[in-house]
């Protein structure tokens, strides 16, 4: 195991599995403030040559489900309630 520190770092590999045009010709990982994101990257051609064009979202699951990394807010039904 590493004791290397991800925190604000990131990384993007070449898409060997790329399926269609539309999808990206990179793909890898970004830590940003200790939240764990991914990343895509398409070549683009632009006025001045070509560029790299990024997207950042939240991780997926394999079977497409979005991981939120959001703190779960845990319901008290045991205090009365006003209603």
Do not use: C, H
């Not at 790329?18 to 994101?37: F, M, Q, R, S, T």
Request: glycine share 10%.
């Amino acid at each position: 195991m590493s004791n290397y520190d991800n925190t604000n770092s990131g990384v993007l590999f070449k898409n060997d599995k790329k399926g269609n045009e539309k999808a990206p010709d990179y793909k890898g990982k970004l830590n940003v403030n200790g939240k764990d994101l991914e990343l895509a990257g398409w070549i683009r051609e632009g006025k001045t040559g070509q560029f790299l064009s990024l997207k950042v979202s939240e991780p997926r699951a394999k079977d497409g489900t979005v991981y939120d990394n959001k703190p779960k807010t845990v319901f008290d039904n045991s205090t009365d309630l006003p209603f």
